[in-house]
T-cell receptor
Framework: DAKTTQPPSMDCAEGRAANLPCNHS???????VYWYRQIHSQGPQYIIH???NNETNEMASLIITEDRKSSTLILPHATLRDTAVYYC??????????FGAGTILRVKS | GAVVSQHPSRVICKSGTSVKIECRSL??????MFWYRQFPKQSLMLMAT?????????EQGVEKDKFLINHASLTLSTLTVTSAHPEDSSFYIC???????????FGQGTRLTVV
């Protein structure tokens, strides 16, 4: 069973920031928070991951609450090509990824 | 990130035949690969973990005699769907664990249609 809870869908205006929430209240100390996305009919794409500190890369930022029970993925300037299903997954290094239902993000012009 | 190539991207086969799907890690040696299946409008379901040089580990409910996995080299894992039936029609995706096992990289997927 997936250990995370995400809203089923969200809309975002093109050019605005997309903030995707994820709850993982049962996360353990060794588990990282991962984000992947899947554009229609393609394999998933790695976005970012973190343990407890906030992380940023060229694609997105990951904000993890101090108690680690929730996190937010931020796409700073969403484009139409960011329309996808976004998966939040908690996992220890070396373990297998188990996907939940994810959030369908629709970026609209 | 790692480059993972899956082949073919699409295949149509007749009921009762077998289909082989290849997953290649192009830029590093992968000791562990994963196979997933995805039905329309559903999430990815992990089928099995493929370990180089040893038998694959199958998830509960996945028939190992129907979905044959071979990971004979550090750059290639294959999934063979044996005696395929229409209900096996799905999107099959492989992934490769990164060098430090910190993230996974996915192939582009194979759309299997059994007629």
């Amino acid at each position: 069973d997936a250990k995370t809870t995400q809203p089923p869908s969200m809309d975002c205006a093109e050019g605005r920031a997309a903030n995707l929430p994820c709850n993982h209240s049962t996360i353990s100390g060794n588990e990282y928070v991962y984000w992947y996305r899947q554009i229609h009919s393609q394999g998933p794409q790695y976005i970012i991951h973190g343990l407890k500190n906030n992380e940023t890369n060229e694609m997105a930022s990951l904000i993890i609450t101090e108690d680690r029970k929730s996190s937010t993925l931020i796409l700073p300037h969403a484009t139409l090509r960011d329309t996808a299903v976004y998966y939040c997954i908690v996992m220890e290094y070396g373990n297998k990824l188990v996907f939940g239902a994810g959030t369908i993000l629709r970026v609209k012009s | 990130g790692a480059v993972v190539s899956q082949h073919p991207s699409r295949v149509i086969c007749k009921s009762g035949t077998s289909v082989k799907i290849e997953c290649r890690s192009l830029d590093f040696q992968a000791t562990t690969m994963f196979w997933y299946r995805q039905f329309p409008k559903q999430s990815l379901m992990l089928m099995a973990t493929s370990n180089e040089g040893s038998k694959a580990t199958y998830e509960q409910g996945v028939e190992k005699d129907k979905f044959l996995i071979n990971h004979a080299s550090l750059t290639l894992s294959t999934l063979t769907v044996t005696s395929a039936h229409p209900e096996d029609s799905s999107f099959y995706i492989c992934s490769v664990a990164g060098l430090m096992n910190t993230e996974a990289f996915f192939g582009q997927g194979t759309r299997l249609t059994v007629v």
